[in-house]
């Protein structure tokens, strides 16, 4: 990385409508200290351009056709999540909830001086928070959103890890009750601070417990390592690509996109 490189953050615009992406990347080029790597018209296209891209910063719309801005939270590799700024029409409750969790939200439509109160707020943000804390921050984010009472978001903050007697399903508590995910269905987990995303069809359950505890209940066979928080299984990739820098990208057949870094690149092995 050049020093002209990290004097940069390096952005992803995400929204559905053309104008409003053509628009935020015009008033975006007035800052020297960002630049845009790619425009996403959808949360598929997003997760792509994030997982090779690996971007500084991006700018979310909520309400797209498909999958939500919130839900594409959810399907970003922790280790590679990016900051979010959230961009909304909503000017109700649930801006407080994005203030409190996301680096920032923007109200379309969005004013010069927000905007760069925005940047700001994100290139302090930088150097200071790591992208597990991060995701764990979203996490309470999308608790938040989901309208749980605070006693029931406390029983699952403080619910003690689950331990499974079947080896083919694990005992998911969320608040008051407990969800059985068979673990074939699985397809694919990521850590994030003091919890566990497991990413079920397109659904993500999220546990309180550690990613060696998880890793223990998992077949090796069907479960593999490919990042020091992500773990997939083996029978949902389709699809593995090559870079220049020795990495890897899976495609998975969720439609999720993964990178494998180079300490874990003797995995490879695996998908064959």
């Known amino acids: 990385m050049t020093d002209n490189?990290?004097?940069?953050?390096?952005?992803?615009?995400?929204?559905?409508?053309?104008?409003?992406?053509?628009?935020?990347?015009?008033?975006?080029?007035?800052f020297d200290n960002v630049e845009i790597v790619k425009c996403c018209a959808n949360a598929k296209e997003a997760l792509q351009a994030i997982a090779e891209l690996e971007p500084d910063l991006v700018f979310l719309d909520i309400q797209m056709p498909g999958k939500t801005g919130v839900?594409?939270?959810?399907?970003?590799?922790?280790?590679?999540?990016?900051?979010?700024?959230?961009?909304?029409?909503?000017?109700?409750?649930?801006?407080?909830?994005f203030e409190m969790h996301a680096i920032d939200y923007l109200l379309k439509p969005v004013e010069n001086e927000r905007l760069a109160e925005s940047i700001e707020k994100a290139w302090q943000h930088k150097s200071q928070v790591g992208a597990a804390s991060e995701k764990q921050r979203l996490?309470?984010?999308?608790?938040?959103?989901?309208?749980?009472?605070?006693?029931?978001i406390g029983e699952l903050l403080d619910a003690e890890d689950q331990s499974t007697e079947h080896a083919d399903r694990l005992a998911i508590?969320?608040?008051s009750s407990i969800t059985f995910v068979p673990i074939?269905?699985?397809?694919?987990?990521?850590?994030?601070?003091?919890?566990?995303?497991v990413h079920v069809d397109g659904a993500t359950h999220i546990m309180r417990t550690t990613m060696?505890?998880?890793?223990?209940?998992?077949?090796?066979?069907?479960?593999?390592?490919?990042?020091?928080?992500?773990?997939?299984?083996l029978r949902r990739v389709e699809k593995v690509s090559s870079h220049i820098n020795g990495?890897?990208?899976?495609?998975?057949?969720?439609?999720?996109?993964?990178?494998?870094?180079?300490?874990?690149?003797?995995?490879?092995?695996?998908f064959f």
């Open 212 to 233: 060696k505890e998880l890793e223990s209940k998992l077949d090796p066979s069907i479960f593999q390592r490919v990042h020091r928080s992500t773990i997939v299984n």
């Open 5 to 30: 490189d990290s004097n940069k953050m390096k952005a992803i615009i995400v929204d559905d409508e053309e104008l409003a992406r053509q628009g935020l990347e015009m008033r975006l080029s007035a």
């Open 139 to 152: 996490l309470n984010l999308l608790v938040s959103l989901t309208g749980k009472s605070p006693i029931a």
């Open 184 to 197: 074939k269905d699985i397809d694919w987990v990521d850590a994030a601070g003091d919890y566990m995303c």
């Open 173 to 175: 508590k969320d608040g």
């Open 71 to 97: 839900e594409m939270i959810r399907e970003i590799q922790s280790d590679i999540l990016p900051m979010i700024i959230f961009v909304t029409a909503y000017d109700s409750f649930a801006v407080d909830a």
């Open 247 to 270: 990495e890897f990208h899976l495609t998975l057949s969720c439609g999720s996109s993964l990178k494998m870094s180079r300490s874990y690149k003797e995995k490879v092995k695996h």
